[in-house]
């Protein structure tokens, strides 16, 4: 590696980054075992990325391989992460993007096992900062379908979930990309609850244009992805699905009760759930 591309102190901040923030999803419940990766872009054409077969709790200093933009490692021992392809297809789309990560957030990818786009513009402070999530159609993981299903939700979206697989989170550090990561599974929660408890209300559209006009004031220039369903997600259309998923959530939720202890909290419920999604995956 060419010191006139990067210099060591670079080098040594993206490690401690990329441990930091593994550390981090790990801890958080984003990722088990060896799931997940993550990247920091150190030049126009070299990516640093977390190593395949290492559990993110386990992260060192050492462990991060420095490939190439074709996927060539650079520098580093063991093999670079699988999903390296996902990351350099961020990184090609988007030259605003320095870091990338891809994590499994259970509530967030039980919405697309279930077929219920993750719903995100529900609450106002992720209305503003980030928008509609989409959701990419299934490809098998480790594969070329794989950045071939998000290319086209790149250009709008830091943030893009993959079928039945997990979540795609991007900014301009780890730091940012973790804080949309956080927001997502936080909102998929609330959701969660909320179905459970009747169904979704969306926002009026003119609740909606005030929350978009605060984004320059927050420093976010990126116009608001559109819903994925009706484009602002405030149709009937919207309105009806969240009283159906509503629905079936009360029944579910009721049936869950009468096999479980009288005392157990919503919170537990939820977790008891999202373990059954991962015994029939597994």
């Known amino acids: ?21 593994s550390h981090k999803v790990e801890q958080y419940g984003f990722v088990s075992a060896t799931d997940g990766n993550l990247s920091v872009r150190l030049a126009d054409d070299l ?30 021992a063991g093999k670079p992460s699988s999903e390296q392809k996902l990351h350099l297809e961020v990184y090609r789309a988007r030259a605003d993007i320095r870091a990338v990560i891809h994590a499994h957030p259970p509530k967030c990818i039980a919405f697309t096992i279930a077929g219920i786009p993750i ?18 159609a299934y490809a098998t993981p480790t594969t070329d379908e794989v950045p071939l299903s998000i290319r086209d939700y790149l250009k ?7 079928a039945r ?22 909102s998929a929660t609330i959701a969660i609850y909320a179905q459970m408890l009747g169904g979704i209300k969306p926002f009026t559209p003119e609740e ?41 959530g009360m029944m579910t939720y009721s049936a869950a009760a009468n096999q479980l202890p ?21």
């Open 208 to 248: 909606l244009q005030k929350l978009y006009n605060l984004r320059p004031s927050w420093g976010i220039q990126k116009n608001p992805s559109p819903c994925e369903h009706c484009g602002t997600c405030t149709s009937q259309t919207c309105a009806n699905r969240s009283a159906a998923a509503g629905a079936a």
């Open 156 to 162: 709008e979206n830091d943030a893009v979930m993959l």
């Open 47 to 76: 990516v640093m990325i977390t190593p395949s077969g290492l559990a993110k709790g386990e992260m060192t200093l050492e462990a991060p391989i420095i490939i190439d933009m074709e996927g060539k490692k650079v520098e580093g």
């Open 165 to 186: 697989h997990g979540s795609l989170t991007m900014g301009a550090c780890l730091a940012d990309a973790f804080k949309i990561l956080e927001k997502m599974e936080h």
């Open 119 to 136: 719903e995100t513009c529900i609450l106002p402070e992720v209305v503003v900062t980030i928008g509609s999530v989409p959701t990419s």
């Open 1 to 21: 590696m060419s010191q006139e591309k990067v210099s060591q102190e670079a080098v040594w901040e993206a490690r401690k980054e990329i441990m930091k923030w």
């Open 262 to 282: 009288a005392d157990l909290d919503m919170a537990s419920l939820v977790d008891i759930i999202v373990e059954r999604v991962r015994e029939k995956l597994a």
